[in-house]
């Protein structure tokens, strides 16, 4: 079963917009991970968040978490036509050989 | 380096045909994995070798087998292909010694008429 939820499902913006996802998950985790995928190409990794940190940077990318509400937010700033992507959550919940669970994305479209 | 490597990247099956997706890594990495991307459905865990020698069913393993032929290669079997495996395959690997961050293939794409 799908452990994160991304929100929105879709995002358009024009370039030099911030672009904000947000992810929900349900049960207690260890960290959670945002992935990127260009179109028909493989995952990589973007950042990680350990479940005792409440924000992260890096770079242009910035991941909050807030495990009370067992959500986590990525914002992408100044955004480029190159961040047109889909974006995944994925959560580890600690149940050992780091089995993490993908949220279903968002589909960012940044437009020239 | 190359990192993690599928073949094929493209593949035609028959209801009924078997085949294997190869996935080989190169980065010393204890645990691989098999997931498999469906529109709408994100990524579901197939099968996961935690380490050399072991393999453990994930979220949809029914109609698959793995083997974990040694630390670089793990290999995913469809013995009978059903058109509900039509889908696009994704091998990923990560070491015990990281922060659990997943390195994935550039994906197989399995189309079963």
């Known amino acids: 079963s799908q452990q994160g939820e991304e929100d929105p499902q879709a995002l358009s913006i024009q370039e030099g917009e911030n672009a904000t996802m947000n992810c929900s998950y349900k049960t207690s985790i260890n960290n959670l991970q945002w992935y990127r995928q260009n179109s028909g190409r493989g995952l990589v990794h973007l950042i990680l968040?350990?479940?005792?940190?409440r924000e992260k940077h890096s770079g242009r990318l910035r991941v909050t978490l807030d495990t009370s509400k067992k959500s986590s937010s990525l914002l992408i700033t100044a955004s480029r036509a190159a961040d047109t992507a889909s974006y995944f959550c994925a959560t580890d919940t600690g149940a050992g050989s780091y089995q993490l669970t993908f949220g279903k994305g968002t589909k960012l479209s940044v437009i020239p | 380096n190359a990192g993690v490597t599928q073949t094929p990247k493209f593949q035609v099956l028959k209801t009924g045909q078997s085949m294997t997706l190869q996935c080989a890594q190169d980065?010393?990495?204890?645990?691989m994995y098999w997931y498999r991307q469906d529109p709408g459905m994100g990524l579901r865990l197939i099968y996961y070798?935690?380490?050399?020698?072991?393999?453990d069913k994930g979220e949809v393993p029914n109609g698959y087998n793995v083997s974990r032929l040694n630390k670089r290669e793990f290999s995913l079997r469809l013995e009978s292909a059903a058109p509900s495996q039509t889908s696009v395959y994704f091998c990923?690997?990560?070491?015990?010694?990281?922060?659990?961050?997943?390195?994935f293939g550039e994906g197989s794409r399995l189309t079963v008429l």
């Open positions: 070798s935690a380490s050399e020698g072991t393999t």
């Open positions: 990923a690997s990560t070491s015990l010694g990281n922060t659990g961050e997943l390195f």
């Open positions: 968040i350990r479940s005792n940190e």
């Open positions: 980065m010393n990495h204890n645990s």
